[in-house]
């Protein structure tokens, strides 16, 4: 270190040209490119003249002859437990603190020396701000959120400390015996650092401790926690919610939660927080945890933990199939969910000859690529019967060629667990119904009677005749449906998408003319009109809108700016507004 | 949200990707129907765009029939759904509501509030992690709040929203708010609730005040909108990550002969390929070779995640074991003190056995005490013998056999646990695991070098039960006792235990309730296992009136060691035999609970043995069994 002093001569003699040429009047980029020292170190040395005059210009010899400033061996205990404890002054410790405090003692020593003796007493910490720098995971929180961060404690005159919480072991003294202690830190990026171990009845008084001296030290603080997520009990979260003078962050790696500042308000505290409301909305836009997961994330698991309950249970499984887009969801889901094993089920579609042309193809290409067995099964009395929606009207259409043929396609085949893709966001019964919805022997719903589902845990025991109803997308809604399908690329009926249609206007409703089976009423002829369909079904019974949508996102914005909700086009429900309810208490599913 | 809406129209891909990272957070709202509660949901529906015109059109309908706000439109009615609580103005079952802000998914589950349906409570708070709980300002903090409280911090909600509501009808005094408040904390910490972070908010749902904006009527309140602080809450998922790592195996994946994979759900916890880990309750070890999904191998997994492992190691794991990390395994046991909630009709006996689901293990449990039952409205303690429906209590239970599991305070996925009936199959209570018994980890079994099969030999006969169930008066010792006389003359080694000579010794302390009754026959039914496991035919004759107790007395033997033999005599002929005057005694009111007058008698479905007393004599019964057993190679 001593071969420095040659170095330390030269450099003060630039330093002192340096700031020779800015009083002067020469511009700070001049004088740096004549003396070859960089911008701030000339500030720092134009600065220390003005407070100091030459003398303070220079720097002082880095290092020292070994044993020089040292602090003699019996004082060096003293410190030690000095610094093991809380300082007398209502701050924590700081080297330069600890310093005055050895100085005190008799021994002449520098801040900078302290510093070695408080590494050699495993008091140090990391630099948490040169290490995030290197994190190759932290570089988009660096420069998006932390940015922020910075951005608003300087518009506050807040000053940033990096903080945490960790623990060294104490050599055995003559006094105690070895143990473990905690302590709190906080460090400036600039690479000021504080400490605080002393002996606290718990964390939440010590974190308190800590902080409250930091105040003292600083007035205004923003805080980037790295520290164990069990300090942020209900007193300290307190105890920050009537400081605001602390903006406290948490450090993205401690994983337990967001950087959102924690304003987890209590009860106590309930009101004049201006501070909050002023910020709420920064707030908001701050960093998510990259390790939460997003709601179709989550929404996504649910179903497939639904799915695999079901199947484990099930002796005899099988998945509805109608070919809407929740049935697309439901089928990508459950090849998720099984993968790399094929879903063990077959799909069963219960066909009331209505549907549209496109659906049929659409059917029988996925039953081709996924290589499930398709099970497709018609109400073949009530089709002989000639039941169709023109001449019987919607109700005894849907009572006989699906609700009768759905009973009919399950006790044919035995299943005892059918998969649907009923949510419960589509209509108000629904939100009631269960996950897994149990049927009598007869295929009917009770509402009043039905089994409590707690937790993720699933009863899947059932009486003789008794089947079940599952239903994995329960929890999903009509803009969830399309968020996935559009960050999946989920294939769907083209039917779904706007085009050139021919349709008629019926009650109301732009009835598409999918075939020659459709009687035209008196006056009626049919017009090419660019429509879409929000749901499927029998075509006679599905009202299209009109709709310039040709693609997935288009759909979205559509659903997003219109006011309508998705069922509003099937004529089912339209009976009364009690009337879904009604149906699958007969059965429907 | 006109800016919202504006991005919409103008760059649908941008709003997109930026909805994408959206969270989600369950939370509950918990109220007493005057409350205001579904005015609060329907207004943060309508506030947040979730309703569309024509369910408002459905509703502004209703409202002319069923509605209380006059004029304005009732949102209570766009919330309330099933049909009979439309016209009743009550909500009688849980329902979930789903709204979208720009910064979450939410999902709430809408309970009510009535003492009638705690078990509806408990439902929806098991999966919440927020509570929202309502008091009317006018009547401050009831019973019912206490009671709401409690059972979100039963149920382990970290995340507490006293909601004030209808300030507007108490001129939005901030006094009335402060006074509420502060009775509110001294509830909870005076009866030390685990709730970690509660706030209180002065709300009026009706004009939309403090809801998703401020309002002009409470100037003195300064803390966040409820809008704000749900989008700001932690979610549960990111608090799950720092646990230890949890795997429930849900099911073996074996599409073919190389690959055997275990799929579940992330419970807790984070792993990477190559990390060490052990399978419980078994205790095996090895390390993460895959983490399967169809979008590709991942490297790592994290809690609330559908995955598939496959392991270096070919071990035995299948459906109800856990995979934990090998540094924090989970633990295993077989009782276990538990809080449970009881859900059904049909009390709680203890001794009875129901099937526990917890995690995606399913054992059998009967509870061995109840310690004590919790008074929801005091919190008191109090003594119970039975629990009854919506009724909490901690109890001791045992299981058939070891499981994985954590405590519930430190994992809700696998410390919790629901209790099914094995007979109705319905879920029938709830519940969280407390601890691990010390003594099921200290009770072994002792190893015997001369077994039952070597005693049976000795005997030259199979031992096994013949358990007599009927009606009393049906014949039950008669027979049973001319069966164990043909027996020894043959020289076969029998013990007949009969109802009356057991209640004058081994269970003489035990009357005739239905608690009682099962406690009964459980210590018969284990003194007929260790007397079966002595080499004895053994003969029981007790009137055993329900099937889930012969269901239980039936699991504790091996399967062809138990037979039932159902001495069927019409309930007139017994009556009319009446052989110790008790059928009188309870038809005059004067013997209480006398099975076939005041108290039930449930037929065996499918009894080994069928004898008819009323046309066939007892000595040609007692033949018939003997027939039985010959042809079943007992004798």
């Known amino acids: 270190m001593n071969t420095g002093s040659t170095d330390t001569i030269a450099l003060n003699e630039r330093r002192r040209l340096a700031v020779k040429l800015r009083l002067e009047g020469r511009k700070l980029k001049e004088v740096s490119e004549l003396v070859d020292l960089s911008s701030p170190t000339i500030i720092t040395a134009h600065k220390q003249f003005l407070k100091g005059g030459w003398e303070a210009v220079d720097v002082k010899p880095r290092g020292r002859p070994s044993g020089e400033r040292s602090v003699p061996e019996d004082l060096l205990e003293t410190l030690s437990s000095k610094a093991f404890a809380r300082p007398e002054q209502n701050v924590p410790w700081s080297f330069s603190l600890l310093a005055d405090q050895a100085k005190k003692l008799g021994a002449d020593t520098s801040a900078r020396t302290i510093g070695k003796y408080v590494e050699q007493w495993n008091l140090g910490a990391d630099n948490l701000y040169k290490s995030a720098k290197s994190s190759d995971e932290l570089t988009d929180w660096l420069t998006n959120d932390y940015k922020k961060i910075t951005e608003t404690a300087r518009k506050q005159d807040s000053t940033i400390f990096w903080a945490g919480l960790t623990t060294c072991t104490l050599a055995k003294t003559k006094t105690t015996d070895k143990q473990i202690k905690k302590y709190l830190y906080a460090h400036t990026t600039k690479g000021q650092y504080l400490w605080l171990a002393a002996d606290h009845n718990n964390d939440?008084?010590?974190?308190?401790?800590?902080?409250g001296r930091l105040l003292n030290h600083k007035p205004k603080l923003t805080v980037i926690w790295h520290g164990h997520d069990p300090m942020l009990t209900p007193a300290t979260k307190d105890w920050l919610n009537n400081h605001v003078q602390i903006n406290f962050y948490q450090h993205p790696q401690t994983i337990m939660n967001a950087t959102q500042k924690i304003r987890t308000k209590s009860t106590a505290y309930a009101t004049n927080d201006q501070h909050i409301d002023t910020q709420a909305a920064d707030e908001r836009q701050t960093i998510k945890n990259p390790m939460t997961l997003t709601h179709l994330q989550r929404l996504e698991a649910e179903s497939i933990h639904i799915?695999?309950?079901?199947?484990?249970?099930?002796?005899?499984?099988?998945?509805?199939?109608?070919?809407?887009?929740?049935?697309?969801?439901?089928?990508h889901l459950a090849q998720k969910a099984f993968y790399p094993a094929k879903p063990p089920f077959p799909l069963v579609h219960v066909d009331t000859g209505w549907k549209f042309q496109a659906m049929y193809e659409f059917r029988d290409k996925v039953a081709k690529e996924t290589g499930l067995q398709l099970i497709v099964h018609k109400n073949i009395a009530g089709i002989d019967k000639g039941v169709n929606p023109f001449t019987h009207g919607s109700s005894i259409h849907t009572d006989i060629l699906k609700t009768e043929a759905l009973k009919q396609a399950l006790d044919k085949h035995g299943f005892d667990i059918t998969f649907g893709g009923a949510r419960r966001d589509e209509e108000k019964s629904r939100a009631k119904e269960r996950i897994l919805s149990f049927r009598n022997e007869q295929h009917r719903w009770d509402p009043k009677n039905q089994r409590p589902e707690l937790w993720n845990l699933y009863n899947t025991s059932t009486s003789p005749g008794e089947s079940i109803r599952a239903f994995p997308l329960s929890n999903w809604t009509e803009l969830d449906i399309w968020q996935y399908i559009n960050q999946e690329n989920i294939?769907?009926?083209?039917?779904?998408?706007?085009?050139?249609?021919?349709?008629?206007?019926?009650?109301?409703?732009?009835?598409?003319?999918?075939?020659?089976?459709?009687?035209?009423?008196?006056?009626?002829?049919?017009?090419?009109?660019?429509?879409?369909?929000?749901?499927?079904?029998?075509?006679?019974?599905?009202?299209?809108?009109?709709?310039?949508?040709?693609?997935?996102?288009?759909?979205?914005?559509?659903?997003?700016?219109?006011?309508?909700?998705?069922?509003?086009?099937r004529m089912i429900d339209h009976d009364s507004s009690a009337s879904m309810e009604k149906k699958k208490q007969e059965g429907y599913f | 949200m006109a800016t919202t809406k504006e991005l919409i129209k103008n760059d649908i891909a941008k709003y997109l990707s930026q909805h994408e990272t959206k969270d989600m957070l369950q939370l509950i709202t918990c109220g007493s129907v005057d409350d205001g509660k579904s005015t609060l949901i329907g207004r943060l529906l309508h506030e947040s765009q979730a309703l569309t015109e024509d369910q408002l059109e459905n509703a502004e309908t209703d409202s002319i029939k069923h509605g209380t706000q006059g004029d304005s439109l009732d949102f209570a009615l766009l919330v309330d759904g099933l049909a009979a609580e439309r016209e009743q103005g009550i909500t009688i079952d849980v329902a979930y509501r789903y709204f979208n802000t720009d910064q979450r998914k939410f999902i709430i589950a809408d309970c009510p509030g009535h003492e009638q349906y705690t078990r509806n409570m408990i439902t929806g708070a098991s999966t919440a992690e927020a509570a929202i709980i309502l008091v009317d300002a006018r009547k401050g903090i009831q019973t019912q709040t206490r009671r709401h409280t409690y059972l979100a911090s039963l149920m382990g909600i970290r995340n507490v929203v006293l909601a004030v509501n209808k300030m507007d009808l108490v001129s939005y005094a901030e006094d009335t708010f402060n006074k509420i408040v502060e009775e509110f904390n001294e509830f909870t910490q005076s009866e030390q609730l685990e709730i970690e972070s509660s706030t209180a908010i002065p709300l009026s749902a009706l004009n939309g005040d403090n809801l998703t904006a401020r309002g002009t009527n409470m100037p003195w309140y300064h803390g966040s909108t409820l809008l704000s602080l749900l989008e700001t809450m932690k979610v549960d998922q990111e608090i799950a990550l720092n646990k230890p790592f949890r795997l429930p195996v849900q099911w073996v994946n074996r599409p073919n002969l190389d690959f055997r994979g275990f799929a579940g759900t992330v419970a807790s916890g984070t792993i990477k390929t190559g990390d060490q880990v052990r399978v419980q309750p078994s205790g095996k070890t090895s390390s993460i070779e895959r983490i399967v999904t169809k979008d590709g191998d991942l490297d790592r997994a994290i809690a609330g995640q559908a995955i598939t492992l496959t392991l270096k190691d070919e071990i035995d794991i299948s459906r109800g074991d856990i995979i934990s990390t090998t540094e924090t395994p989970a633990s295993s046991a077989n009782q276990f003190e538990s809080t449970i909630v009881w859900m059904n009709e049909e009390p709680l006996l203890p001794g009875r056995q129901y099937l526990l689901k917890c995690g995606t293990s399913t054992s059998t449990a009967t509870i061995t005490d109840i310690k004590h039952e919790i008074n929801v409205d005091t919190l008191e303690q109090i003594a119970a013998k039975t629990l009854e429906i919506n009724n909490i209590g901690n109890c001791n239970i045992n299981l058939d056999r070891q499981i994985a599991f954590d405590n519930y305070e430190d994992n809700r996925a696998t410390g919790s646990f629901i209790l099914v009936d094995r007979v109705t199959n319905e879920t029938v209570g709830a519940g969280t695991l407390n601890f691990a018994l010390r003594r099921s980890q200290n009770i072994h079994m002792q190893a015997v070098d001369v077994d039952k099969g070597l005693r049976s030999e000795l005997k030259e006969q199979k031992s096994c039960v013949l358990w007599f169930t009927g009606l009393s008066g049906s014949g039950k010792s008669t027979i049973a006792n001319i069966v164990e006389a043909k027996l020894a003359k043959e020289g076969r080694h029998t013990y007949l235990l009969d109802g009356d000579n057991v209640r004058h010794?081994?269970?003489?302390?035990?009357?005739?309730?239905?608690?009682?009754r099962v406690e009964n026959i459980r210590r018969i039914g284990e003194v007929a296992r260790l007397m079966v496991d002595s080499g004895l035919i053994v003969l029981t004759a007790f009137i055993s009136p329900f099937r889930a107790e012969r269901q239980m007395a039936r699991a504790l033997l091996e399967e062809d060691e138990f037979m039932e033999v159902y001495v069927e005599t019409p309930l007139a002929v017994a009556e009319q035999r009446d052989p110790k005057g008790l059928y009188k005694k309870a038809r005059s009111g004067d013997l209480k609970n006398f099975t076939g007058i005041d108290s039930p008698y449930e037929q065996p479905e499918n009894p080994e043995m069928l004898v008819d007393t009323s046309s066939n004599s007892a000595e040609q019964c007692a033949e018939q069994i003997i027939r039985t057993l010959r042809e079943r190679g007992v004798i």
């Open chain 1, 491 to 569: 294939p769907v009926v083209p039917l779904y998408f706007a085009a050139e249609r021919p349709v008629v206007l019926r009650d109301g409703a732009w009835i598409m003319v999918d075939d020659d089976r459709m009687p035209m009423n008196k006056g009626e002829t049919p017009i090419m009109k660019q429509v879409r369909f929000r749901t499927l079904g029998c075509y006679p019974l599905t009202g299209a809108v009109e709709s310039e949508a040709t693609t997935v996102q288009d759909v979205i914005k559509e659903m997003l700016l219109s006011n309508n909700s998705e069922r509003q086009g």
């Open chain 1, 307 to 331: 799915m695999r309950e079901a199947v484990a249970a099930a002796v005899k499984p099988a998945m509805l199939y109608s070919l809407g887009k929740d049935s697309s969801v439901m089928l």
């Open chain 2, 505 to 516: 010794g081994l269970n003489k302390d035990l009357g005739f309730t239905d608690e009682d």
């Open chain 1, 204 to 211: 939440a008084e010590h974190f308190i401790d800590f902080f």
